[in-house]
């Protein structure tokens, strides 16, 4: 694990944003065949260009593209690995507390590799835009390709390559090694995995049902942190990689309930990553208690909601800040969001203002607290 170099800052944020209008507009457009793919792309490339204007105005000190070119915050890049396919769905692959995502899903289909990725193009305009200051990158964990097609999918056959899952495991690794060299040879110094498992894994009753079927999610959990750092072997020194971790995350609403405890001592203590986003936004992600089993990382708490537009009070979050430095030095703590605003196109419930005055606010706690 590299030294702490300042990334994630102390007030930071996980990524995604509220799409303006003129993506929304774009997109139909797109999918009703009134708008070429070029002609998207611009209009994307326009309006990430201002997005980071935006924010670098509102403080932040790491800068994303908001994920305004997807369509999903995880399914648009695991379709584009090698032997992987996107495959429509009657439902989505986990029931969210009120609002449902369009129905899709991916399935593996071949040999598991990174390839001519496009998110390294996607990337390399990002930080073409981003000028001095630090460009992030967010993708989904290793993780959630086996997760999405090989625990949640009831009726998951594996292809002949994959008879023995832990081929898989590997070539899911060695997958990511490759995204993590493309990332850093294109200039990319912050990159985050973003992962809903754990947070599935930290549900009591998900647990129940996943035992019902014959999945022991000890074992899974152990197979996920050796799959993740043989992947980050491939990190250089002067590169940071953290881990975002919550319970669903759409139209404000969730699909996970549950603290850390079941999962605290194999991923905190066991993952070789540089710092974790974690949800702490609501009682449904528990106490502090297991962030005892923190090494080194960095931890960046998400105390605020980017689910509700509500402005959270300072004196709570600095009260939940110094609860959670009992388990954690205080200097190893950040402030963030729970999630992004916008996990999918659709977005939070909230205003693209209300947005931007969680971000001041959480630069305003931060620079209080620390």
């Not at 630090?134 to 989904?140: D, E, L, R, S």
């Not at 850390?260 to 194999?266: G, I, L």
Request: with cysteine.
């Amino acid at each position: 694990m590299s030294k702490y170099t300042g990334i994630p800052f102390r007030h930071d944020v996980v990524g995604s944003f509220l799409r303006p209008q003129a993506i929304h507009d774009a997109r139909r457009a797109f999918e009703a065949g009134t708008l070429t793919a070029e002609e998207l792309r611009a209009i994307e490339d326009r309006e990430i260009k201002a997005l980071v204007e935006k924010e670098k105005a509102n403080g932040l000190q790491a800068v994303t593209d908001g994920e305004f070119r997807r369509t999903y915050w995880h399914l648009d890049f695991l379709e584009l690995l090698q032997g992987v396919e996107h495959v429509k769905a009657e439902a989505w692959s986990v029931a969210f507390k009120g609002h449902q995502p369009k129905a899709a899903t991916i399935e593996i289909t071949d040999k598991i590799g990174f390839g001519d990725h496009p998110f390294v193009k996607d990337f390399e305009y990002l930080k073409s835009v981003a000028g001095d200051t630090v460009a992030k990158m967010t993708i989904p964990s290793p993780s959630m390709l086996h997760l999405i097609c090989c625990v949640r999918a009831e009726n998951y056959t594996p292809i002949e390559r994959y008879a023995n899952e832990d081929d898989l495991y590997r070539d899911i690794a060695l997958a990511y090694q490759e995204a993590i060299k493309a990332f850093y040879a294109a200039g990319c110094r912050y990159l985050q995995l973003d992962d809903t498992s754990w947070g599935e894994f930290c549900d009591l009753e998900k647990r129940k049902d996943y035992a019902a079927r014959g999945l022991d999610l000890n074992v899974i959990a152990q197979k996920y942190v050796d799959m993740i750092n043989l992947a980050l072997e491939a990190k250089p020194e002067d590169m940071t990689i953290t881990m975002h971790i919550c319970r669903g995350n759409f139209r404000s609403t969730w699909f996970s309930s549950g603290g850390y405890e079941t999962v605290a001592e194999v991923l905190f203590g066991g993952c070789n990553i540089d710092g974790f986003f974690l949800e702490y936004d609501s009682d449904r992600a528990g106490g502090f208690k297991p962030l005892a089993h923190i090494k080194d990382q960095q931890v960046v708490l998400g105390l605020v909601s980017s689910k509700l537009p509500e402005l959270e009070k300072f004196e709570d979050i600095e009260a939940r800040v110094n609860e959670a430095a009992l388990y954690v030095p205080k200097e190893q703590l950040c402030l963030s969001p729970q999630c992004g605003f916008a996990s999918t196109e659709e977005g939070n419930l909230l205003t693209e203002e209300e947005q931007w005055a969680k971000i001041r606010m959480i630069k305003e706690y931060a620079e209080k607290i620390w």
